[in-house]
């Protein structure tokens, strides 16, 4: 079933960052500088993520997300993902990544038999995709996509991080450009987890978004059918004229705080029952340790930390790249 935790809500998906570094500098995820990557030595084996998804799935985790920094640029992480699927054939198993790197190993990926995949897509116009990313060509991610598509790889959605004055007047054109080749576009209101890289004035609520997908859908209170993914945040709306779909995740505006079903463990081995607060319960000496017994009691001790509702928490530390978004 699941952890239940102090206010009732069952844990059963875990967001696993296997590493803390990026080939992007995205705006809203680290400072232009990059973010000092952790020590080799400080950071999970693939057989200590292996061990902890043990305990994980005896504690009732039903669902693993494979997160960075871009899970990609760690040695290893394609063959990575087949040899988990073969311990865990049972698993939900998903992936985040930029894409950039997703031609490169797609067909290795699609033998994993991934649950879903998750891409970053914030603007089709490569000029712009350049400047969010600091480092990004946005030909890297088409191929990419291009791949994973080819490849069978299931369940691919697209996320767009709403900004106003960046994206927000692109948001037709990208649902369209993901319906067109049978993915699920996901539109994100932007979180204050930094106040340096995060700003109200670029604040774009759920209510907006919908005015701005009106051209190609029925996104009216009558109009759209709603429906909340299991084991997720979004809240996916079905235009009732073509039957076609769209995600939005309304971390801000309307949250999902008393259904959130996740914890998060960073590349270093630390847990957060919250993203938006920064205090971490350590597993990392209990996990090489091979210590069960200790990992479950410090497990448990970091859901219990969970808080009523991310504002309750918000503490303004913290970059995703290190956390894993």
């Keep these: 079933m699941g952890i239940i935790d102090n206010r009732g809500r069952v844990i059963n998906y875990a967001r696993i960052s296997v590493t803390d570094r990026c080939n992007y500098r995205c705006v809203y995820c680290m400072p232009e500088e990059g973010v000092k990557p952790r020590p080799h030595d400080d950071i999970m084996r693939f057989e200590d993520i292996v061990w902890l998804s043990r305990i ?6 039903r669902h693993i997300r494979f997160t960075g920094g871009e899970p990609l640029v760690r040695r290893g ?10 311990e865990f054939p049972g698993l939900g198993v998903s992936m985040t990544t930029n894409a950039s790197l997703l031609s490169r190993f797609a067909g290795a990926i699609a033998r994993a038999r991934l649950s879903g995949m998750n891409v970053s897509l914030d603007t089709l116009d490569g000029g712009k995709f350049a400047g969010m990313t600091r480092l990004g060509d946005i030909s890297d991610v088409m191929s990419g996509l291009e791949s994973a598509a080819e490849c069978g790889i ?6 767009t991080v709403v900004m106003r004055g960046f994206n927000e007047y692109e948001l037709p054109d990208i649902v369209k450009f993901s319906w067109n080749r049978g993915f699920i ?3 994100i209101e932007f979180m204050p987890l930094r106040g340096d890289l995060w700003g109200r004035e670029k604040f774009v609520p759920s209510g907006e978004i919908f005015e701005l997908l009106k051209p190609i ?12 993914a299991a084991g997720g945040p979004a809240k996916y709306y079905t235009d009732a004229l073509t039957g076609l779909k769209v995600g939005v995740i309304e971390a801000v505006s309307n949250h999902f705080c008393s259904e959130c079903n996740r914890l998060r463990i960073t590349a270093a081995g630390n847990m957060r029952a919250c993203l938006f607060n920064s205090e ?11 210590d069960e017994t200790a990992s479950r009691e410090a497990i448990l001790r970091g859901i219990a930390l969970k808080p009523k509702k991310w ?15």
């Design 77 to 86: 992480m394609a063959d990575f993902l087949v040899s988990f699927r073969e």
């Design 217 to 228: 859908g029925d996104w009216s209170a009558e109009g759209r059918g709603r429906e909340k």
């Design 56 to 61: 994980l799935v005896s504690l009732g985790i």
């Design 280 to 290: 971490e319960t350590p597993l990392l000496p209990a996990i090489r340790e091979r």
């Design 185 to 187: 576009p996901r539109m």
């Design 311 to 325: 504002n309750d928490a918000a503490d303004g530390e913290g970059h995703m790249s290190d956390i894993g978004g």
């Design 154 to 159: 299931p369940n691919i959605k697209t996320n």
